[in-house]
């Protein structure tokens, strides 16, 4: 396995950082009291969060963390337009980081309905303030190879650094995963045209309510959302697929009240203890969206799941709030020093948002 790290959930070694692990006791941060599962319309967060700069966390929120630099790629914005210009159109449909740092989106080619990988050359790697060339179309996607009904959902890189496609038939309902290889681990440069998939697998569905999905420690993780609020664990094929459900966790532990999993959302990285970071929906006060991180005591094993820290989408002394977009995508830099969500911006486009920890 790969220890880069990159994209949502990938492995990555700490280098003998420990993680900070606080208290995951709930906190009532309007009252003071604690955690109160029959009110559910205030607002709940851990007792501790974590000091600023603490790698693998969500940073220090309750002290005024903010939001380092937004894009939005949608038409009337340079980005969007620039990839209007390209011929595709900017609805979103996930985001990665290259293994040089560079920001790779998803898109639907307007010509044809192709579905293209589009590279932002950042002018700073792992930096999407500081300007970029481009974009570029690297690796396409014909509708030969996904087929008629369906369309792109998700995308991830497994444990070779090899791409992973999710395709959704949103009337029947069946997944479509398909798994290309590529040239350079982590990388799309070059790629041009793809046909047909190297791998696929239409038997791993969470009917049409979970779309979030990772790989890490030769397994795959899906989070389901909407009615079935469950994550899976899955083990590999010889082919690198998923094969054979090994572990279902429901109810998630210490859900917010109100709040349940964006069917966006499993992040699953290795730092150490394990941890995983799963995205909110729901409506708690007002609050619609949130981050969750969770520690494993031992490593991928979803039975010993805790939460440790939870970002509410209204935080007080953040610029977190659902008109960012929601938290559809979660990326940790290699290093855990800085992290990445996004996804939709209900206005036909994606937001991502740069928080350093």
Same mark, same amino acid.
């Given at each position: 396995?790969?220890?880069?790290?990159?994209?949502?959930? @990938?492995?990555?070694?700490?280098?003998?950082?420990?993680?900070?692990?606080?208290?995951? *006791? @709930?906190?009532?941060?309007?009252?003071?009291? /604690? &955690?109160?599962?029959?009110?559910?319309?205030?607002? &709940?967060?851990?007792?501790?969060?974590?000091?600023?700069?603490?790698?693998?966390?969500?940073?220090?929120? $309750?002290?005024?963390?903010?939001?380092?630099? *937004?894009?939005?790629?949608?038409?009337?914005?340079?980005?969007?337009?620039?990839?209007?210009?390209?011929?595709?159109?900017?609805?979103?449909?996930?985001?990665?980081?290259?293994?040089?740092? /560079?920001? @790779?989106?998803?898109?639907?080619?307007?010509?044809?309905?192709?579905?293209?990988?589009?590279?932002?050359?950042?002018?700073?790697?792992?930096?999407? %303030?500081?300007?970029?060339?481009?974009?570029? $179309?690297?690796?396409?996607?014909?509708?030969?190879?996904?087929?008629?009904?369906?369309?792109?959902?998700?995308?991830?890189?497994? /444990?070779?650094?090899?791409?992973?496609?999710?395709?959704?038939?949103?009337?029947?309902?069946?997944?479509?995963?398909?798994?290309?290889?590529?040239?350079?681990?982590?990388?799309?440069?070059? $790629?041009?045209?793809?046909?047909?998939? /190297?791998?696929?697998?239409?038997?791993?569905?969470?009917?049409?309510?979970?779309?979030?999905?990772?790989?890490?420690?030769?397994? &795959? &993780?899906?989070?389901?959302?909407?009615?079935?609020?469950?994550?899976?664990?899955?083990?590999?094929?010889?082919?690198?697929?998923?094969?054979?459900?090994?572990?279902?966790?429901?109810?998630?532990?210490?859900?917010?009240?109100?709040?349940?999993?964006?069917?966006?959302?499993?992040?699953?990285?290795?730092?150490?203890?394990?941890?995983?970071?799963?995205? %909110?929906?729901?409506?708690?006060?007002?609050?619609?969206?949130?981050?969750?991180?969770?520690?494993?005591?031992?490593?991928?094993? @979803?039975?010993?799941?805790?939460?440790?820290?939870?970002? %509410?989408? *209204?935080?007080?002394?953040?610029?977190?709030?659902?008109?960012?977009?929601?938290?559809?995508?979660?990326?940790?830099?290699?290093?855990?020093?800085?992290?990445?969500?996004?996804?939709?911006?209900?206005?036909?486009?994606?937001?991502?948002?740069?928080?350093?920890?």
């Amino acid at each position: 396995m790969s220890n880069l790290g990159l994209g949502l959930g @990938l492995g990555k070694s700490s280098g003998g950082i420990t993680p900070f692990v606080p208290s995951h *006791q @709930l906190f009532n941060t309007q009252t003071g009291a /604690d &955690f109160n599962s029959d009110n559910g319309a205030e607002t &709940f967060k851990v007792v501790v969060p974590p000091p600023a700069g603490v790698p693998f966390t969500l940073g220090d929120h $309750e002290a005024g963390q903010s939001i380092q630099q *937004q894009v939005n790629i949608k038409s009337g914005t340079p980005m969007g337009n620039d990839l209007i210009s390209l011929g595709y159109n900017t609805q979103n449909s996930g985001f990665l980081f290259s293994a040089t740092g /560079d920001l @790779l989106t998803c898109h639907k080619r307007s010509a044809d309905n192709f579905i293209g990988m589009i590279a932002w050359g950042l002018s700073s790697p792992w930096n999407i %303030d500081l300007g970029y060339s481009g974009p570029t $179309e690297e690796l396409v996607i014909s509708t030969a190879a996904f087929g008629a009904g369906y369309s792109h959902d998700k995308m991830n890189w497994d /444990d070779n650094g090899n791409i992973v496609h999710l395709f959704v038939d949103y009337n029947s309902q069946p997944y479509n995963w398909l798994g290309f290889d590529l040239t350079t681990p982590y990388q799309i440069t070059g $790629e041009g045209t793809k046909v047909a998939a /190297d791998r696929s697998n239409n038997t791993v569905s969470g009917n049409n309510e979970g779309r979030g999905f990772s790989f890490g420690n030769n397994s &795959f &993780f899906l989070c389901n959302g909407n009615s079935l609020q469950n994550i899976q664990k899955w083990d590999l094929n010889a082919g690198g697929f998923p094969d054979t459900l090994q572990q279902s966790v429901i109810p998630v532990p210490d859900q917010p009240p109100g709040m349940g999993n964006t069917r966006g959302g499993v992040f699953v990285f290795d730092s150490g203890n394990g941890l995983m970071v799963v995205g %909110d929906n729901g409506n708690v006060g007002g609050v619609y969206y949130g981050v969750r991180r969770y520690s494993m005591s031992t490593p991928y094993d @979803l039975t010993t799941m805790v939460m440790e820290e939870w970002i %509410d989408f *209204q935080a007080s002394g953040t610029g977190y709030t659902n008109g960012q977009g929601d938290p559809e995508t979660f990326i940790w830099k290699p290093d855990g020093t800085k992290y990445w969500w996004g996804g939709s911006n209900n206005s036909g486009g994606q937001q991502i948002s740069q928080v350093l920890v």
